[in-house]
């Protein structure tokens, strides 16, 4: 109880106008399933730069959605939120490799998380490339059955011709009408790949990547905007927050 208190206490410092004005369902879902116990204090720590109960309600999230997660890392932050807000009516489907799922903790075994569908498939990690090499793209449901795709800070792990094989299978994944969510740490327009911003991605370069696939551009949020971050440095050496676009594409 201690600790669901100090957690709630630490929403409503962070977020003043969250806490004391009117939240959509979602939203309050969100917040209540911040202030579990299952999140670590490093989980809590991020929660004012990922900003989760805004940043789920932009991307249209609903509690009876089967939403995929592309990459959740071993971190799984956004997993332990989704989790049990789609346990009564919804499915979250995890996509990563089986070392990923192997490193979550006794958390997943939780009654809350009776909806979240760990997924393995082959993600080698080629050093020369300094890339990681997907294998085949099994998402666990059929095609066209899926209401939201989220590919979170993870779409620049991968090079041209991968990011268009797993933008075709979101794609083919997401029914018509489905979204696909991709967040990640800006980088220049048109700026040549170097060691620093090999981390980040250039927003107009995924825009038109992802088009190419067949998705239309429906929204974008500045939730992110960061100007403290001069786009210059790795992203590990930023010592707030990166600056992050967040696009959210429609699936005719």
Known sequence: MKRCKFAMTVLMFLSPTIAFSQLSAIQSKVQEVMTMDHRTEAELARDADRDPVNAIDFMGLEADMTVIEFLPAAQAYYTKILGPVLRDNGHLMAIDSQGTFDRWGDWIEMPE??????????????????????????????????????????????????????????????????????????????EAENGPNGRREDPVAVIHEVQQAGFVLDRVSDMFYQES????????????????????????
Do not use: W
């Open 113 to 190: 998380m009776g909806m979240v569908h760990p997924v393995p498939f082959d993600n080698q990690y080629n050093m020369d490339e300094g890339r990681y090499m997907p294998g085949e793209l099994n998402f666990g449901v059929p095609n066209g059955t899926v209401d939201k795709f989220l590919y979170i800070r993870e779409y620049h792990n991968f090079n041209g011709a991968d990011k268009a094989r797993i933008n075709a299978a979101a794609f083919g994944a997401l029914k018509s009408g489905g979204e696909y969510v991709i967040i990640d740490h800006t980088k220049r327009h048109m």
């Open 229 to 252: 971050d001069d786009l210059s440095q790795e992203v590990g050496q930023i010592p707030n927050m990166t600056d992050r676009f967040f696009l959210v594409f429609k699936k005719p």
